[in-house]
């Protein structure tokens, strides 16, 4: 079985530039997450989908940050405009509905100049 | 307020001894799951081992094991036999009230863990 897929897997633009990340789950996964992992911290959920529907958003910076999940399969996550702090590992996973484990992809590692 | 707490930001074993990271949660839940993940240097995280709250068996998995004290609200995780692969950060997760069943998680500040040869 196929991955959790990221691309691209590192990012470095300059602070209020735009940027976004692709993501697509293992086949069959209703339930997709999006996390931001800042250095030596644990990740913090952004949004979390249930096929094309948004379940919880409450932590995403909504002035900035979008994401969407066309057709319930790939997700995009969205940054405009970038600030100094949004460096970070963006960790897409996914689970094959909530109450099961979620699966990894690699992360795309941005860098803000 | 909604934390989970791992009180070691460092960890360090010598190859085939046993460490244990310790967990600590706050939850007014009384069924959930409690999870143990481990994420390597530049590698993707993977579950690495699963606790149902309402069962008072502690779980175990090949050379990994917890040790859940639910009035404690307690989780540690126990790698026995250590080997350099177990050498990664390792996250303690649990899902935030009224998300049992939802998939939410809330990850703590992670345990680096050191394998000596």
């Known amino acids: 079985e196929a991955g959790v897929a990221q691309s691209p897997r590192y990012k470095i633009i300059e602070k209020r530039q735009s940027v976004a990340f692709w993501c697509n789950p293992i086949?069959?996964?209703?339930?997709l997450y999006w996390y931001q992992q800042i250095l030596g911290q644990g990740p913090k959920l952004l949004i979390q989908?249930?096929?094309?529907?948004?379940?919880?958003d409450s932590q995403l910076p909504k002035d900035r940050f979008s994401a969407e999940r066309l057709k319930g399969v790939d997700s995009t996550l969205k940054i405009q405009p970038a600030k100094l702090e949004d460096s970070a590992v963006y960790l897409c996973?996914?689970?094959?509905?909530?109450?099961?484990?979620?699966?990894f992809g690699d992360g795309t590692r941005l860098s803000i100049l | 307020a909604q934390t989970v707490t791992q009180s070691q930001p460092e960890m360090s074993v010598q190859e085939a001894e046993t460490v244990t990271l310790s967990c600590t949660y706050d939850?007014?839940?009384?069924?959930?799951?409690l999870f143990w993940y481990k994420q390597p240097p530049s590698r993707q995280m993977i579950l690495v081992i699963r606790?149902?709250?309402?069962?008072?068996q502690n779980a175990t998995e090949n050379r990994f094991s917890v040790n859940f004290q639910k009035a404690a609200k307690s989780f540690s995780l126990k790698i026995s036999d250590s080997q350099l692969g177990d050498a990664a950060m390792y996250f303690c997760?649990?899902?935030?009230?009224?998300?049992?069943?939802?998939?939410?998680?809330?990850f703590g500040q992670g345990t680096t863990l050191q394998v000596k040869p």
């Open positions: 996973a996914s689970s094959s509905d909530g109450a099961q484990p979620q699966h």
């Open positions: 086949s069959g996964h209703a339930t």
């Open positions: 989908f249930q096929n094309n529907g948004v379940v919880d």
């Open positions: 939850t007014s839940e009384s069924d959930y799951y």
């Open positions: 606790q149902e709250a309402y069962k008072q």
């Open positions: 997760a649990y899902p935030p009230p009224g998300s049992s069943n939802t998939g939410k998680l809330i």
